[in-house]
């Protein structure tokens, strides 16, 4: 057996293995009480056979908290709901531990209850629009300390195994340790080893209260990476000394604090890019080191396999796919909904105090709405009247309508006119670093064909074809998704125009002078992706760093420099505004790096063989071009259903054929449908 799946030792609690589910502030809450919304969503997390699992965000300020977001443990009074999901948990086979935190400087008194905010030292940060906090005074120190004995002695009440101290992100014990926030002047600032006496006295007392074999632990941010602030080294040299104290019984690592201008978390980053430094750690520690941050299960057997780190933390791959643990131990790993690393379920709502749930996992944290009476949920039951449907079109929305229905024992044929399912997330993945895009569609062909959909590829449907199949079906499904809209303005003949749709799935050519007309989604993704041509590949760039071939400089000119000038022209002030939160900031970041110029505010009043000519300010201008890509938004392709109303008894059309939006709209559409079938 793979090691990641052998037994592991927290103190005295053994786990059956070694993938810990990630603490998530999952906005279940109400007012600091745990919900039964809750206790369905761990109970499934459980039931998927992960070794641990962290409960995040669990407030022990009673003064001072967030009543939206997060469970509160100042008070008994919040203990029963909390054991309601360690109960439900248990009953899996589950060890589930209680992660205690407090937000500092990080806090919001919009959001927040205290109307204050406290940190070592008065030290604002942008992440919260420079909310200045005000600096703990020195007796508060030792009342904080007892608020989170209070807390954890409530969590054992509340049947959790263990406690976590959430030191990582940017977070109230972070900025004790960081010399950028913590500028205090007494014991508990200074020297490294003054900055961690706050989290010393505290690890010291829980110790105390908790008794030698109850497991305590530590999450930190492997490296802030913000410039002054921690490095790996001060992290290595801060868990050194908490390793040395002899009270905690495992380091869990994370990626940087919040306000971190580089990804952490966002699609961009490689699989398991940052367990570099929790093997940093792990040569300083004698405790058990777990690391996060886009992990997988092939590179979380590998990294285990080697001893890099010992466990593996995982967040949002058990919010798309719960039971990840269980298929990749029964060798099924090809059955597991993939995280994309969008973050538009997860990351985005939860900083917004809102629900968390998956874009592409409808049921996440949606269990209890949509359970029946015998807490099944509808992909688990089986329809009482099982159809014939013909579905058109293998995009997201016909493939998850036919996946869930498939489920529900209907028999499904989809017809599609391309060689390949996958629709527009094809082109979504295809610009660099956003190729997990394409996993969605994967799973959701393989779980079709799993399921015995017959799909007929090339198989283009016109209403002929349909009507003269009509008896052979009881329902037809229009999910013929959208086709790109040719914006009203004046083209000069033989002006080189291309759509973005083309460029992108590589049946259109573009020049060397590019410009794009469109700032959204596609039009940003369209520009990196040509920018990106060109630029020197990551197997040049480790040549020319194992050899020192160039500066560092140069390298980054090099990898910033393509072959082309690519302009993007857009009538609003803001680029790429329907794109994600939590995925805009670092596809933005890139879009300068790349030198992309962005024009804003602009009309494009025509279209020349020589390029695009813009009002701006009041003034014409034209800008050459080579090539002029169309990035002007998308319309409904409805045709095949107009053409069958009235034709066709039960025809029902889903995705962006019936209104272009979101993958997560697609997704929800098809789910809801079938799942009333
Ligand atoms: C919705 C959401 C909520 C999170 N809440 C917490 C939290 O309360 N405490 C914490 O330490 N980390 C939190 N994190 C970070 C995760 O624990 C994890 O480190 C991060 O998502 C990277 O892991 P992943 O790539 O497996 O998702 C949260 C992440 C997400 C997506
Ligand atoms: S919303 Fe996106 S990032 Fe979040 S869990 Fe789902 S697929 Fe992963």
Redesign the pocket.
């Known amino acids: 057996m793979k090691k990641l799946y052998q037994p592991i030792k927290i103190n005295q609690l053994e786990l059956k293995n070694r993938i810990v589910m990630a603490p998530m502030g999952i906005n279940n809450t109400e007012n600091g009480f745990s919900t039964d919304r809750d206790v369905e969503f761990f109970r499934r997390r459980a039931k998927g056979g992960p070794g641990l699992i962290v409960y995040g965000n669990i407030q022990f300020d009673p003064i001072r908290y967030n009543p939206k977001s997060g469970a509160r443990l100042s008070d008994a009074m919040f203990v029963p709901r909390l054991r309601m999901v360690t109960e439900a948990v248990h009953a899996e086979g589950c060890p589930i531990f209680a992660q205690l935190m407090h937000q500092g400087r990080y806090g919001s008194t919009k959001n927040s209850v205290g109307g204050e905010l406290v940190a070592p030292s008065v030290v604002p940060t942008k992440f919260n629009g420079n909310e200045p906090p005000r600096a703990l005074r020195h007796d508060e120190i030792a009342q904080f300390i007892e608020w989170q004995v209070t807390a954890a002695k409530l969590a054992v009440q509340a049947g959790f195994d263990g406690i976590e101290i959430e030191t990582n992100s940017g977070y109230l014990f972070g900025q004790f340790f960081s010399p950028l926030t913590n500028k205090r002047k007494d014991e508990y600032g200074g020297s490294l080893e003054n900055r961690c006496r706050f989290l010393v006295e505290t690890l010291a007392a829980l110790r105390a209260a908790l008794g030698d074999g109850f497991p305590i632990t530590v999450r930190v941010s492997g490296n802030d990476f913000v410039p002054g602030s921690c490095t790996n080294d001060d992290i290595c040299d801060i868990c050194a000394l908490l390793d040395k104290t002899g009270y905690v019984d495992a380091i869990s690592v994370t990626g940087g604090w919040h306000e971190a201008a580089i990804p952490l978390i966002t699609m961009e980053l490689p699989p398991a890019n940052y367990a570099y430094l929790g093997k940093a750690i792990k040569q300083r520690v004698n405790c058990p080191v777990w690391q996060s941050n886009r992990m997988n299960i092939p590179v979380a057997e590998e990294l285990v396999e080697r001893g890099d780190v010992d466990m593996i933390v995982m967040a ?1 791959p058990l ?2 796919e719960p039971n990840l643990v269980a298929l990749a131990q029964a060798g099924r790993l090809d059955e597991a909904r993939p ?9 985005d709502p939860c900083l917004k105090n809102q629900r968390v ?5 409808v049921e996440c944290n949606h269990e209890l709405d949509l359970m029946d009476s015998e807490g099944r949920l509808p992909s688990e039951v089986l329809s009482d009247h099982p159809q014939r449907i013909l579905v058109i079109g293998a995009g997201v929305a016909g493939l998850e309508f036919a996946r869930v229905a498939a489920l529900r024992g209907h028999s499904v044929q989809i017809w599609e006119k391309r060689q390949k399912a996958g629709g527009q997330l094809k082109l979504a993945a295809a610009p660099p670093r956003r190729g997990d895009i394409a996993l969605l569609g994967q799973w959701l062909e393989r779980s079709c064909q799993r399921l015995g959909v017959n799909i007929l590829y090339g198989w283009e449907a016109t209403p002929v074809d349909v009507l003269a199949v009509k008896e052979d079906f009881d329902r037809v499904v229009i999910a013929t998704g959208a086709c790109p809209a040719t914006p009203d303005i004046p083209i000069e003949e033989d002006a080189p125009v291309v759509q973005a749709w083309d460029v992108l799935d590589g049946t259109a050519k573009t020049g060397k002078r590019v410009v794009i007309i469109g700032g959204g989604a596609v039009g940003i993704e369209t520009a990196f992706y040509l920018a990106e041509i060109g630029t020197i590949t990551a197997e040049q760039l480790r040549f020319m760093m194992i050899f020192d071939v160039e500066p560092y400089e140069k390298l980054k000119q090099l990898l910033n420099r393509g072959s082309k000038q690519v302009s993007v022209v857009e009538m609003q002030k803001a680029f790429g505004k329907d794109i994600n939160p939590g995925a805009r900031w670092s596809m933005m970041a890139r879009v300068r790096q790349l030198g992309i110029s962005l024009i804003s505010e602009s009309k494009v009043t025509e279209i020349r063989r020589a390029g695009v000519l813009i009002e701006r300010d009041g003034a014409a201008q034209l800008l050459p071009a080579d090539s002029i890509v169309l990035a002007t938004g998308a319309q409904p392709a409805n045709a095949l259903y107009e053409a069958l109303r009235g034709e066709i008894a039960q025809l029902d059309i889903i995705g962006d054929a019936a209104s272009v939006a979101q993958i997560a709209d697609a997704i929800r559409a098809a789910y809801t449908l079938a799942s009333r079938l």
């Not at 995280?339 to 990351?347: D, R, S, V």
């Not at 749930?357 to 996992?361: K, P």
């Open positions: 949002r919010l798309a995280c994309i690393g969008c973050n538009a379920g997860c990351l749930g998956c874009i592409s996992n």
